[in-house]
């Protein structure tokens, strides 16, 4: 299968960067992101997007695609924060209602606490999701799991890590051929017949991808596995000044925009 993401993640422009330099940097900004509020956390989607379209030359589309799969799960989430049904009298609630409406023996009414927490929520998680595609997109996983086994992290963790990403790619493999057969035999031609591919596909998919995991053990043990997987490294990787300068200052002005632009009753370090 064409894995895309690592194409890109192998290919772009951060390359020859050390992974550990731009793994320090995603988790310094997603700690930044967690303890932030919503002006810095959208400070953090645009640089994170200029890190990894502009410096990474990920192409724009493929970026802004993988932003848009969150969207969607934010909408479908996000309605339950702000939207509440409560069955005591509008008049007896908290002054804090934008719109309502009586519905029966409830009221159903939209705060505005509850629409300052859904949009912060959503600031965080996308801030949050920046700094992952950012790591996705321009290390390899291969050397995510490098750099977890030199800071100790034990060897049957990054084993499995990487046997599940693996099999990730052969799930999503195993369902693009069964719904390429399907497609090619008029598996769709109507409603009941689309439905029975789709119930077809879900078993078939479990029962082809087990045999492909058993597949792969056998050739692991035919091959001497001994419970860790050997991955050769290439080191060429060259530390760069300018850009951990760089990373730096832009770490440091965001502390310092959440210092001077956070409300007084959630501040950061000190409270006046």
Known sequence: MHIYIDSLAYTNRLRHLPPSQKLAMAIAVLVIAFISHPPTQLGIILWMGVWTVGYGRIPAKIYLKMM??????????????????????????????WVGTVVGDGYVYISYSGIDMALSIAARSLAAVSCLFFALLTVP????????????????????????????????????????AQESRNGRRSF???????????????????????????????????????????QNHRFSIRYAIEAFIGCVALLVWEFFTRPFPHCLFFCP
């Open 141 to 180: 996983f291969a050397e995510i799991l490098q750099v977890l086994r030199q800071i100790g992290c034990p060897g049957l963790l990054t084993e499995l890590l990487l046997l599940m990403y693996r099999l990730i790619f052969v799930l999503l493999q195993t369902a693009a051929d069964l719904w390429f």
């Open 68 to 97: 848009a799969g969150p969207w969607f799960f934010l909408l479908m989430s996000l309605p339950a924060l702000a939207v509440n049904i409560t069955s005591v009298p509008p008049d007896l609630l908290p002054p804090d209602q």
């Open 192 to 234: 009941a017949i689309a439905w029975g591919s789709i119930g077809l596909l879900i078993s078939q998919l479990f029962i082809n991808t087990f045999q492909r995991y058993r597949q792969l053990s056998l050739t692991l043990a035919s091959r001497g596995f001994n419970g860790e997987f050997r991955v050769w490294h290439p």
